[in-house]
């Protein structure tokens, strides 16, 4: 077969781009190479519909003995008794939760969008805004968190089946404890959805949500720094809350539910060379090497954080505790949609985003999302951080100097030459 050049050079052209830019993005990363090895791998002609001992298909010895070894070492990683592997994606691993644990029509309570969650979480464009009844919870106007005394009367007001916490864009730890709380006062599930900070929960520098959530969504790509993908996860299986039966009328403990929710409930066939990677990628996050980036992480978001406030930007709730930041740009008088583009003239990359109580629309948003995972990843410390924040502000000051911003670009791309990628 003829070398298909027209997409490989494209890739080439995206390899070049990722190593010659600042990636700010929060929700990515630069998974090691073992990790792409696994993804590119022959697993990706085998078909493995089911779980380990229990396919549907004939020669699945092997992948049955990885798959395993990945769910092993999801349970090791968060201290988890339960864990799948196969969702697709995060939207694949929260879909699937949903179908186990709710009834078309439930009513779900989740953080809004706008204040920094999800879609997923009961958006009315996505399925989980479409099928159940959704309502929200948001960030205090003032403060930028969350007052769990107004979840906990939203919660009382609207009776919901399943409490959905973690989000995209918030940067504070959450309390879990007090959320079960609540949950459990009005008979709710509690989905913790910890996509984005879930390195740092596994390595122990956040609140643990499998301490007090009955289930736990997570992406395998973010700081977590694997493959793209989902997981779902227990610490303690429990029987199902309201009689919910298989279609043969079975009642089954969560786990089973929850499997059967990703397959056949919501996906086909297992991503085997993918679950690969994410077994990889766990077996990296059990590591000392990766102790030390998430430490690393939080250090220079928190150095980066305080930089930009000493330069006039309000980030939201003042600070971070992870590893991003949502700063509102409206005293600054630009839009998240000028900034992402002017960033993107210096290859800098970071991404538009909504702040609370935004006024302007999703495609201008008054704020910015940034993050460092992939920046620590490729090296980067804390003083490299006042540097990226001055290159920022430089940036945006001169937004309408195309020679200024020609200057940064190639700061940008020779200091970036230094910290050698793949
Ligand atoms: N949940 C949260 C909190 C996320 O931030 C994201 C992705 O940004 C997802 C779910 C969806 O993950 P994916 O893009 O893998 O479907």
Redesign the pocket.
């Known amino acids: 077969m003829k070398r298909d050049s027209l997409v490989f050079n494209l890739i080439d052209q995206e390899e070049n781009r990722q190593k010659r830019g600042i990636e700010l993005i929060a929700?990515e990363n630069f998974t090691s190479k073992q990790v792409m090895e696994a993804a590119g791998s022959v697993l990706t002609n085998k078909y493995a519909e089911g779980l380990p001992g229990k396919r549907y298909y004939g020669g699945c010895e092997v992948v049955d003995e990885i798959e395993q070894i990945a769910i092993d070492r999801a349970k090791q990683l968060f201290g988890a008794t339960w864990a799948n592997v196969q969702p697709h994606?995060?939207?694949?691993a929260?879909a699937a939760v949903f179908l186990a644990c709710l009834k078309a029509g439930d009513p779900i309570l989740g953080f809004d969008l706008a204040h920094g969650g999800?879609l997923?979480h009961g958006s009315p464009v996505n399925f989980s805004g479409k099928l159940y009844e959704p309502h929200f919870y948001g960030v205090e106007e003032e403060t930028g968190t969350i007052d769990y005394d107004k979840v906990e009367e939203k919660a009382l007001a609207v009776k919901p089946k399943m409490i959905i916490c973690?989000?995209?864009a918030y940067s504070r730890d959450w309390d879990y404890e007090r959320l079960r709380e609540i949950a459990d006062e009005v008979g709710a599930l509690l989905l913790a959805?910890i996509?984005?900070p879930s390195g740092l929960i596994a390595r122990g520098l956040l609140n643990d949500p499998l301490d007090h959530c009955h289930i736990v969504?997570t992406?395998t790509?973010?700081t977590l720094r694997g493959p793209?993908?989902?997981l779902i996860l227990m610490r303690e299986d429990f029987d199902n809350p309201w009689g919910l039966t298989t279609p043969k009328g079975e009642i089954r403990k969560m786990s089973s539910l929850l499997d059967m929710g990703v397959f056949p409930g919501t996906q086909g066939g297992p991503l085997e060379h993918i679950i690969a990677a994410k077994a990889v990628a766990f077996e990296e996050a059990l590591s000392d090497e990766y102790m030390h980036y998430v430490l690393q992480v939080k250090k220079n978001a928190s150095v980066m954080a305080d930089e930009f406030v000493s330069r006039g930007y309000q980030i939201i709730s003042g600070g971070t505790d992870n590893h991003l930041m949502l700063i509102d740009l409206r005293n600054k008088n630009l839009t998240g949609k000028l900034a992402e583009e002017t960033l993107g003239k210096v290859d800098i990359t970071i991404n538009k985003n909504m702040v609370p109580f935004d006024t302007k629309s999703p495609f201008v948003t008054s704020g910015m999302r940034v993050g460092t995972a992939a920046v620590t990843t490729r090296g980067l410390k804390e003083q490299d951080m006042i540097k990226i924040v001055d290159l920022i502000d430089r940036a945006l000051q001169h937004h309408a100097d195309e020679a200024e911003l020609a200057k940064i670009k190639s700061e940008v791309n020779d200091w970036m030459v230094q910290f050698p990628l793949y």
């Open positions: 929700s994606s995060g939207a694949q929260n999800h997923t973690g989000a995209s959805d996509s984005h969504t992406t790509h973010k793209r993908g989902g």
